[in-house]
T-cell receptor, first 116, second 114 residues
């Protein structure tokens, strides 16, 4: 079961690029890396997913080194509305077939605070 | 609009009462999930269902029950056996069970036990 470690909190200012790193030393060959964003009193929403190298979409970029033991979510030019909790999830399936625990676990995430 | 709805948004319950939280999705997803979130904490899985008429316990199923009679609906009952039910409850769904299948979350129900 891949376990992730990410900073509890980060501060930034509007217009800056923010990089949030997630460590997952026990990542398995078939595991994907997925990031979710959660605003207060709302459900999380999908941001980006990757397996290796770099993935970019309209919201963020995800950098994954060759050994895949870590990943970095990059948010370009953040605004106040990017203040949220960001979760890094690592796994192959949402649920262990025949088991009671899922591979994808939402930890405490990283609370990003963007200041004016 | 496609999505997941949860009702009610806020729910108050007296100790010793059972209460049912509603979750409906029109995304035609097979898999549905219930999570619990406490202040400053991550999400913890209560129950999940991969298909109609089938569901499995998650990490913290004690004191909760679910049913999956229809593909679109996955109600959660918080029973009087749940010792500390005050929390934020989130329902989610996905088309499949692989990590490449995005989970879509509802707006949540905040339950307070008086």
């Amino acid at each position: 079961l891949a376990k992730t470690t990410q900073p509890i909190s980060m501060d930034s200012y509007e217009g800056q690029e923010v990089n949030i790193t997630c460590s997952h030393n026990n990542i398995a060959t078939n595991d994907y890396i997925t990031w979710y964003q959660q605003f207060p009193s709302q459900g999380p929403r999908f941001i980006i997913q990757g397996y290796k190298t770099k993935v970019t979409n309209e919201v963020a970029s995800l950098f994954i080194p060759a050994d895949r033991k870590s990943s970095t979510l990059s948010l370009p030019r953040v605004s106040l509305s990017d203040t949220a909790v960001y979760y890094c999830l690592v796994g192959y399936s949402l649920m262990n077939y025949g088991g009671s625990q899922g591979n994808l676990i939402f930890g405490k995430g990283t609370k990003l605070s963007v200041k004016p | 609009d496609g999505g997941i709805t949860q009702s009610p948004k806020y729910l108050f319950r007296k100790e010793g009462q059972n209460v049912t939280l509603s979750c409906e999705q029109n995304l035609n997803h097979d898999a549905m999930y219930w999570y619990r979130q406490d202040p400053g904490q991550g999400l913890r899985l209560i129950y999940y269902s991969q298909i109609v008429n089938d569901f499995q316990k998650g990490d913290i199923a004690e004191g909760y029950s679910v049913s999956r009679e229809k593909k679109e609906s996955f109600p959660l009952t918080v029973t009087s056996a749940q010792k500390n039910p005050t929390a934020f409850y989130l329902c989610a769904s996905s088309s499949g069970q692989m990590s490449t299948d995005t989970q879509y979350f509802g707006p949540g129900t905040r339950l307070t036990v008086l």
